[in-house]
């Protein structure tokens, strides 16, 4: 009953999709309105039917219907009901559906918009994001179904099927397999949604994008549009990355946080193209440059969305043989090149209409340094896409398998990003239009001056590897221009209107919370950056097999191994839990428990490191191994993390920032609206809240 | 009680008699091997080359911390590698040669593998040409206009820079 209701929304929203993606074109060249209107409420339906579809999945899940073979791939009786709900998206058609379902929600919501001014715009918007939601409707329908049960024929062999095959029985297994014990993390509960919010919500720019480029609209009005959106997106698609490394990190148990691995490679790629274009679409907006670049960095963002659910999905990473046997590969790969040539033929049509309306004054103007930044994000996203089909390219052109790790990564990117680091200390204070050196280095010399400080301080105190030293001192010179911008503005603020220096900073950050909330993000990055190179930098590790009452050092820190207990939990684990003696310099700080979980449903070990957090260091400690019964021993690797922390206080403030900046700015946008009126002027509002 | 004396004695002695020289022919072996290399390695020195080398069957995961069965048991290879004598190098070259060029964190500098590293920095000074071209039009055009700084088209942005011009002007910003 229940998966028949979820398939039959499932075709319903199929049906619905393409409905719309005719009507819309068909209204649009006919010039019947009426038509438009008509696709646009079928996307909005598309969101109800579809949240019929998830709840069906989810009702199977939580009630435990393992005769529907995604339900018994995902779930087992032992599992608690919050993980039995997230296992929507746990496995591959479950996680496609929730792809479609956000999908979905995004189309809808920005079908419910206000949508007079732009009338000419909708019928491609809706086209756009409907072919991509049609896309997936039809993976998931064709070769992903999460509603087939298995069934058994006379001769009991097993079938798997959408409807009973005839002369069959249905199949009710006892229990299901449960969900990979990895992805049984708080972390993992939150990461995947924020990650997929991420991914849907650029392709609402890129719809607008491409109905600007399809109606032949030269205006930036495209990008005013879908200015909140792509904040948006990369606030998600941000929060999704910092919580998989926080997740690698407390879950994987080989003391790092970000491991250059293909599948988060995949995340990595949209998010640095959307970053690239947040930055450049502040030159279309100020200068009228850069508009083909624009378009060329919102279709790439979206074909490296599609991309990177390809690369997760089609089991392409694993081997290319495998891709080819993967039902959903194939398809995926020819959506993309379609979407993509489709996409860059459309731009080169309207090559000539896109010029630029000026042209750049001054090589330290902050268009100009916004270009380098951009090839800066770019030049990342080449080492990165590269790295990851590398070893595809090679295994089907050699027959090869050959490995890109993180050195080639690490090697390949830390001169970019060091690079990031200096514009973003230069370029916020480079005027649009014109700089000199002279303004630049008026307005940076003091806090160039404290940056330099800094630097002198880590030498003093011992620091000497040369990357390190300059790692910190960009890192410290961005702070501080940054803290500087600040403070310029509050001080302005306070003399200005006498509020006291508190007011005028909340007020300042408030009155103008896309500028401020820009530099909240670059202050998160300094953070960020600071804890990645303390660990990188300074990362120190020890292995050794212990009997009770022994210890290793590491870094002043003393381990002692106490003791080891091994037991059974109720929710059908086995769990092997060490308890260690902590100190340092002779001071006792306590107990940690490294962990090693054996989940007996799956057959999947997990191992849970004992970690000790502070400001300055973790102290990360792995139970690799143990011989309990033979001699009472147990192998221990303990990391000892510089500063790793500050990443994570970084991608919380980081977080914290990109709320500020896409915060609707009501009180000004009201406030121009009003001025713009009595001057019965038809400008469109710099900062409107669409 | 004397009785159990003597035969607890004899016991020993037998035990003596028969597993001292096997105890002793035990040491005197592995001493020989340890004598090529020096101590027995420590787990520090066997996951320094662990750390370099990734799992042949596992997606890009190094062998000093995969935890699977099976990379213990590489592990203990290289143990053994070491304990024979091996330097690092060679231990590579015998992964390289059991499994492949996966085995290695890069793959080895030669043919089609060059381009792994020829390319992104070709795309990176392709880009760096373009931006060049572009300022340095900018420049040619800086020296033939006097522009100004562009007026911030934002009423708020606009009253707040003029401020900060004119403390800054005035002397009195900072």
């Known amino acids: 009953m229940i998966t028949n209701i979820g398939y039959g929304s499932l075709i319903i929203t199929f049906v619905l999709s393409l409905y719309g993606i005719v009507a819309a074109i068909y209204g649009e060249r006919k010039n019947l309105y009426r038509f438009v209107e008509s696709a646009r409420v079928a996307m909005l339906l598309t969101f109800p039917m579809l949240t019929l579809v998830a709840l069906s999945i989810i009702t199977l899940l939580v009630t435990q219907h393992y005769e529907v073979q995604y339900v018994y791939n995902t779930t087992s009786q032992s599992m608690p009901i919050y993980l039995k709900i997230t296992a929507l998206w746990g496995g591959q058609s479950g996680s496609l559906v929730f792809w479609a379902w956000l999908m979905s929600a995004f189309a809808s919501a920005v079908s419910i918009r206000k949508w007079s001014r732009d009338r000419d715009l909708?019928?491609?918007?809706?086209?756009?994001?409907?072919?991509t939601l049609a896309f997936f409707l039809s993976m998931i329908i064709?070769?992903?179904?999460?509603?087939?049960?298995?069934?058994?024929?006379?001769?009991?062999?097993?079938?798997?099927?959408?409807?009973?095959?005839?002369?069959?029985?249905?199949?009710?297994?006892?229990?299901?397999?449960?969900?990979?014990?990895?992805?049984?993390?708080?972390?993992?509960?939150?990461?995947?949604?924020?990650?997929?919010?991420?991914?849907?919500?650029?392709v609402i720019p890129f719809?607008?994008?491409?109905?600007a480029l399809i109606t032949g609209r030269k205006d930036d009005r495209w990008i005013r549009l879908t200015r909140r959106w792509t904040l948006v997106a990369w606030m998600f698609l941000s929060i999704g990355l910092i919580l998989g490394s926080r997740w690698a990190y407390d879950v994987l148990g080989w003391g790092g946080y970000w491991a250059w691995d293909p599948v988060e490679n995949a995340a990595l790629m949209p998010w640095l193209t959307g970053t690239a274009f947040l930055h450049s679409v502040m030159i279309q907006e100020k200068r009228g440059l850069f508009k083909r670049w624009n378009m060329i960095l919102v279709i790439l963002t979206?074909?490296?969305?599609?991309?990177?659910?390809?690369?997760?999905?089609?089991?392409?990473?694993?081997?290319?043989?495998?891709?080819?046997?993967?039902?959903?590969?194939?398809?995926?790969?020819?959506?993309?090149?379609?979407t993509f040539i489709i996409s860059l033929a459309?731009?080169?049509?309207?090559?000539?209409?896109?010029?630029?309306?000026?042209?750049?004054?001054?090589?330290?103007?902050?268009?100009?340094?916004?270009?380098?930044?951009?090839?800066?994000?770019?030049?990342?996203?080449?080492?990165?896409?590269?790295?990851?089909?590398?070893?595809?390219?090679?295994?089907?052109?050699?027959g090869q398998k050959v490995t890109v790790a993180a050195p080639f990564y690490q090697r390949s990117t830390a001169p970019l990003f060091a690079g990031l680091l200096l514009l973003m200390g230069i370029a916020p204070l480079s005027a649009w239009g014109h700089s000199t050196w002279k303004t630049l280095g008026k307005a940076m010399w003091k806090p160039g001056l404290l940056s330099l400080i800094v630097l002198l301080g880590m030498i003093i105190s011992g620091v000497h590897s040369i990357g390190a030293l300059l790692g910190f001192w960009l890192a410290s010179f961005a702070f501080?221009?940054?803290?500087?911008?600040?403070?310029?503005?509050?001080?302005?603020?306070?003399?200005?209107?006498?509020?006291?220096?508190?007011?005028?900073?909340?007020?300042?950050?408030?009155?103008?919370?896309?500028?401020?909330?820009?530099?909240?993000?670059?202050?998160?990055?300094?953070?960020?950056?600071?804890?990645?190179?303390?660990?990188?930098?300074?990362?120190?590790e020890t292995q050794a097999k212990l009997k009770a009452g022994e210890s290793i050092q590491l870094s002043g820190y003393t381990v002692t191994f106490k003791s080891l207990a091994e037991f059974d939990t109720n929710d059908g684990r086995n769990v092997a839990r060490a308890v260690l003696d902590v100190s340092k310099n002779g001071k006792n700080l306590g107990q940690l428990y490294p962990r090693r979980d054996y989940f007996y449903d799956s057959q999947q070990p997990m191992t849970i490191p004992g970690v000790r957090s502070t400001i300055e260091d973790d102290l990360y400690?792995?139970?690799?191994?143990?011989?309990?019964?033979?001699?009472?021993?147990?192998?221990?690797?303990?990391?000892?993390?510089?500063?790793i922390n500050w990443l994570w206080i970084g991608g919380i403030l980081l977080i914290f920032g990109s709320f500020v900046a896409a915060w609707p700015d009501q009180e000004r946008s009201l406030q121009l609206e009003r001025k713009l009126a009595s001057q019965n002027s038809s400008v469109v509002p710099v900062s409107s809240s669409d | 009680m004397g009785f159990k004396k003597l035969s607890l004695n004899l016991v020993i002695k037998f035990t003596n008699i028969l597993f001292v020289p096997f105890m002793l022919f035990a040491l005197i072996g592995v001493s020989q091997v340890y004598a090529q290399s020096g101590n027995p390695p420590t787990a520090d020195q066997i996951n320094a080359i662990a750390k370099q080398l990734y799992c042949p069957v596992c997606e890009n995961t190094p062998l000093d911390v995969c935890p699977?069965?099976?990379?213990?048991?590489?592990?203990?290879?290289?143990?053994?590698?070491?304990?024979?004598?091996?330097?690092?190098?060679?231990?590579?070259?015998?992964?390289?040669?059991?499994?492949?060029?996966?085995?290695?964190?890069?793959?080895?500098?030669?043919?089609?593998?060059?381009?792994?590293?020829?390319?992104?920095?070709?795309?990176?000074?392709?880009?760096?040409?373009?931006?060049?071209?572009?300022?340095?039009?900018?420049?040619?055009?800086?020296?033939?206009?006097?522009?100004?700084?562009?007026?911030?088209?934002?009423?708020?942005?606009?009253?707040?820079?003029?401020?900060?011009?004119?403390?800054?002007?005035?002397g009195k910003n900072g």
Not at chain 1, 156 to 179: C, H, K, W, Y
Not at chain 1, 318 to 326: G, K
Not at chain 2, 97 to 110: F, H, S, T
Not at chain 2, 136 to 150: G, H, V, W, Y
Request: charged letters at 15%.
């Open chain 1, 122 to 131: 909708l019928p491609w918007v809706i086209v756009v994001s409907l072919v």
């Open chain 1, 480 to 540: 501080f221009i940054t803290i500087h911008e600040f403070w310029r503005g509050t001080k302005a603020r306070h003399k200005r209107s006498g509020e006291n220096y508190l007011t005028a900073f909340f007020r300042l950050a408030a009155r103008n919370r896309r500028r401020y909330g820009g530099y909240l993000i670059h202050l998160s990055v300094v953070l960020m950056a600071i804890g990645i190179i303390g660990i990188e930098g300074y990362q120190t």
């Open chain 1, 207 to 211: 719809a607008f994008g491409i109905a």
């Open chain 1, 346 to 398: 459309l731009l080169i049509k309207r090559w000539g209409d896109l010029k630029s309306e000026g042209v750049m004054h001054s090589l330290l103007s902050r268009e100009s340094l916004f270009l380098l930044n951009n090839l800066l994000f770019i030049g990342i996203l080449v080492v990165v896409f590269w790295g990851t089909v590398f070893p595809l390219i090679s295994e089907l052109l050699t």
């Open chain 1, 302 to 338: 979206y074909s490296l969305v599609i991309f990177g659910t390809f690369l997760t999905r089609s089991g392409v990473l694993s081997s290319v043989h495998a891709f080819a046997q993967s039902a959903i590969g194939p398809m995926f790969f020819i959506f993309i090149g379609i």
């Open chain 1, 621 to 643: 400690i792995v139970l690799v191994n143990w011989e309990q019964i033979s001699s009472g021993s147990a192998t221990f690797k303990v990391f000892h993390n510089p500063l």
């Open chain 2, 68 to 170: 699977t069965q099976a990379c213990a048991q590489w592990r203990d290879v290289i143990r053994d590698k070491l304990v024979a004598g091996w330097n690092e190098e060679q231990i590579k070259e015998y992964f390289v040669n059991q499994y492949g060029d996966r085995v290695l964190a890069e793959p080895p500098k030669r043919g089609l593998n060059w381009l792994v590293y020829v390319l992104p920095p070709i795309f990176f000074l392709g880009g760096l040409v373009l931006v060049y071209k572009n300022i340095k039009n900018a420049r040619k055009l800086e020296s033939t206009i006097t522009s100004a700084p562009i007026v911030e088209d934002d009423p708020f942005l606009k009253e707040f820079e003029d401020v900060l011009r004119k403390m800054e002007e005035n």
């Open chain 1, 142 to 202: 064709f070769f992903e179904n999460p509603f087939q049960r298995f069934w058994a024929s006379p001769g009991s062999r097993e079938i798997v099927a959408m409807f009973q095959p005839a002369g069959t029985q249905l199949l009710i297994p006892n229990d299901g397999r449960g969900l990979n014990p990895l992805l049984r993390h708080p972390g993992m509960v939150i990461h995947p949604p924020m990650l997929y919010l991420g991914f849907v919500s650029f």
